[in-house]
């Protein structure tokens, strides 16, 4: 599957990664600028928050209390927001699009 990866600045990256990579896991493996991921993905640093557009989120898994919470955490929080680790891209959801904050934290 492939992420899209759009960044503050507005330049797209277009990876493909191997099934149940998360999407953090994919930016920090192709050296996607603005997304951390310090905790190593367990969704306990909040440093991989990322936009998704309605169209994706709709497709996704629904947050889960720890994700909630640990958003809290994060800068410029949206109903979009979800953290990038927590989202595992399988075929399914190929070509999704995540937009990149400014920074984290
Ligand atoms: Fe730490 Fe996602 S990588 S919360």
């Known amino acids: 599957p492939s992420i899209i990866y759009i960044t503050a600045q507005g330049d797209r990256h277009e990876v493909d990664v191997a099934e149940g990579t998360s999407v953090m896991q994919g930016a920090v493996q192709n050296a996607i600028p603005g997304i951390d991921g310090d905790c190593g993905g367990s969704c306990a640093c909040a440093t991989c928050h990322v936009q ?6 709709a497709r996704l ?3 889960s209390d720890m ?9 410029s929080v ?6 990038g680790c927590q989202i595992s891209v ?10 990149l ?3 984290q934290h």
Do not use: C, K, Y
């Not at 998704?52 to 989120?57: G, H, I, R």
């Not at 994700?67 to 800068?75: I, N, Q, T």
């Open 67 to 75: 994700e909630r919470a640990m958003l809290e955490f994060a800068d």
């Open 101 to 103: 904050p400014e920074s």
């Open 90 to 99: 399988g075929p399914g959801l190929s070509g999704i699009t995540v937009h």
């Open 61 to 63: 898994d629904p947050q």
């Open 52 to 57: 998704v557009p309605d169209a994706w989120l």
């Open 78 to 83: 949206t109903d979009n927001s979800r953290l």
